[in-house]
């Protein structure tokens, strides 16, 4: 399964554009890139899932460079309730059934007033 | 709200016990995966139930095993409690098919061994 890198924190102010970079070098042809949303004793939410280019829904954005090594999620005018962990996942190929996720570390993003 | 229903929400065991945690999937779902999340890190996924067969594991040893019913809804059991077992246990449903890879988690129980 590709391995992915990802800050372990960020800091931003509300009403600002947040982006989160991971990088994925050895992702394969099949692999789709995923990013899920984690508040304190709370599961994992999905926000969006890509394979190249860009992605946008009503959430977030999800861009995809051509070599696909990297990926970057981004999300508008952040406020407090956007402060949680956001995990970059890639994946997907090997689902006869469902969804075996390998999440990494995650990226702690703080939204300060 | 995923429509995932786990519980208990909290548990406390000791040492060497047995621990059976339940999950409702949501409607229409028919693979349920676990998860295990130790404090500070990531899900760990421990294995896959799809049409009430183990589908896949994770690295985790025989004494974590589950089951899923024939509604689609599921347990794990945890057997021979170790201290190392603390954390969120989390469970998600999601519908088969290549390339998704969008779940729906729980709320989680959150298990203490002492």
């Known amino acids: 399964l590709a391995k992915t890198t990802q800050p372990i924190s960020m800091d931003s102010y509300e009403g600002q554009e947040v982006n989160i970079t991971c990088s994925h070098n050895?992702?394969?042809?099949?692999?789709?890139i995923t990013w899920y949303q984690q508040f304190p004793s709370q599961g994992p939410r999905f926000i969006i899932q890509g394979y190249k280019t860009k992605v946008t829904n009503e959430v977030a954005s999800l861009f995809i460079p051509a070599d696909r090594k990297s990926s970057t999620l981004s999300l508008p005018r952040v406020s407090l309730s956007d402060t949680a962990v956001y995990y970059c996942l890639v994946g997907g190929r090997n689902n006869n059934a469902g969804n075996m996720l390998t999440f990494g570390g995650g990226t702690r993003l703080m939204v300060k007033p | 709200e995923t429509g995932v229903t786990q519980s208990p929400t909290h548990l406390i065991k000791t040492r060497g016990q047995q621990v059976t945690l339940r999950c409702s999937s949501q409607?229409?779902?028919?693979?349920v995966s676990w998860y295990q999340q130790a404090l500070g890190q990531g899900p760990q996924f421990i294995f896959q139930?799809?049409?009430?067969?183990?589908?896949g594991r994770g690295n985790f040893p025989p004494r974590f095993s589950g089951l899923q019913f024939p509604n689609y809804s599921s347990e794990l059991n945890v057997n021979a409690l170790e201290l190392d077992d603390s954390a969120l246990y989390l469970c998600?449903?999601?519908?088969?098919?290549?390339?998704?890879?969008?779940?729906?988690f729980g709320q989680g129980t959150r298990l203490t061994v002492v």
């Open positions: 050895n992702i394969a042809t099949n692999d789709y």
């Open positions: 139930y799809y049409r009430e067969e183990e589908n």
């Open positions: 998600a449903s999601s519908l088969p098919g290549q390339g998704n890879t969008e779940a729906f």
């Open positions: 409607s229409g779902h028919n693979t």
